[in-house]
């Protein structure tokens, strides 16, 4: 069964397979006007959504800020059987219906295997350290076989190292606060992904990135559109002869 992966601004992604959904960093816009409105309702109760975009199962959060988890696009997308999912630090947002998770986690849910991960600035990579080690997270994403990192907001750590290989990779390049091209290109060698999209891109060019990472050999970079697809094949159905 096909994967179909959407991504927006700034890291929120849409995995979809079959009749299986799962949302990661839900809030949308590219300017701090767009957040906003994503953050607050209407999106929580009657606003339209882009094509394909629907209540799920499982939603994923890897920190608080609001370009990253506007809580009215989480009502929004919340079914009451929904599995909010995230870090102890979101808990002022989303109360007593997520589940809290660390770094070294590992659970199933909704069928989904899913591995908790570092994502944090390393001291002195930037003048203010705006994700502090242990208040937020990325995820690993086991599905059909595929596994799919999404890196939250993080700098270049360590423990990446522990991270690869995986099937595809969302990076972010913007540089204020996360890692710049030059990094997450040291990131994209340290992982090794079959497949990287850039994210939380701010002013750095996309672009500019894929050109580098290319220069890497055997490391496909997709440049997504706001609100584009990108299709992978399950493993899980692939001819074992």
């Not at 959504?49 to 394909?52: K, Y």
């Not at 995230?86 to 808990?91: D, G, H, I, V, Y």
């Not at 989904?112 to 570092?118: C, Y």
């Given at each position: 069964m096909a994967i179909a992966v959407r991504w927006f601004p700034q890291s929120f992604v849409q995995v979809r397979s079959g009749d299986r959904t799962v949302y990661i960093d839900p809030a949308m816009g590219t300017s701090f006007l767009g957040l906003l409105r994503s953050a607050l309702p209407p999106y929580g109760r009657n606003a339209e959504?882009?094509?394909?975009m629907g209540?799920?199962?499982?939603?994923?959060?890897?920190?608080?800020?609001g370009d990253h988890l506007a809580k009215g696009l989480v009502e929004r997308l919340s079914r009451p059987d929904t599995e909010v999912i995230?870090?102890?630090?979101?808990?002022k947002k989303l109360g007593a219906r997520?589940?809290?998770v660390v770094p070294g986690g590992t659970l199933d849910a909704k069928g989904?295997?899913?591995?908790?991960?570092?994502a944090y600035n390393p001291e002195g990579s930037r003048k203010v350290s705006y994700h502090p080690k242990g208040?937020?997270?990325?995820?690993?994403?086991?599905?059909?076989?595929?596994?799919?990192?999404h890196a939250g907001d993080t700098g270049l750590i360590d423990e990446m190292k522990a991270i690869g290989p995986v099937d595809l990779a969302f990076l972010p390049i913007g540089g204020r606060f996360t890692m710049d091209i030059e990094e997450a290109v040291e990131a994209v060698r340290t992982i090794r992904p079959s497949i990287v999209v850039p994210m939380h891109r701010l002013n750095a060019d996309p672009r500019a990135f894929a050109e580098k990472v290319n220069k890497e050999g055997g490391i496909r970079t997709?440049?997504?559109s706001p609100g584009g697809t990108l299709m992978l094949e399950s493993k899980d159905e692939r001819p074992t002869n």
């Open positions: 959504l882009p094509e394909g209540p799920s199962e499982l939603i994923l959060v890897t920190h608080p800020h995230a870090p102890e630090s979101c808990r997520m589940t809290a989904i295997g899913i591995e908790v991960v570092h208040a937020g997270v990325g995820y690993v994403l086991t599905i059909e076989g595929q596994r799919i990192y997709e440049v997504l």
